[in-house]
């Protein structure tokens, strides 16, 4: 499965909710750090696209993280 953390749905739910927790923590803090993080996050759309696409120069790295080079 794409993207697949190895989560169940109830430990997903726990950590949505433990990092919605957090980032209200920082927007407490630090607004303008809140909204660039906020911005940096891939959004419904973006996963789809990535799940369709046929860009080859996408690869998950060691650390099971996105990298792009381009198209």
Do not use: A, W
Request: charged content about 30%; hydrophobic content about 35%.
């Amino acid at each position: 499965m794409f993207l697949d953390n190895g989560l169940n749905p109830e430990q997903q739910e726990y950590m949505d909710n433990v990092y919605e927790s957090l980032m209200l923590e920082v927007k407490n803090i630090n607004p303008k750090l809140y909204e660039i993080l906020r911005g940096k996050e891939l959004t419904e759309k973006d996963v789809y696209k990535l799940i369709n696409s046929k860009n080859k120069n996408v690869i998950i790295n060691d650390k099971e993280q996105l990298e792009f080079f381009g198209d």
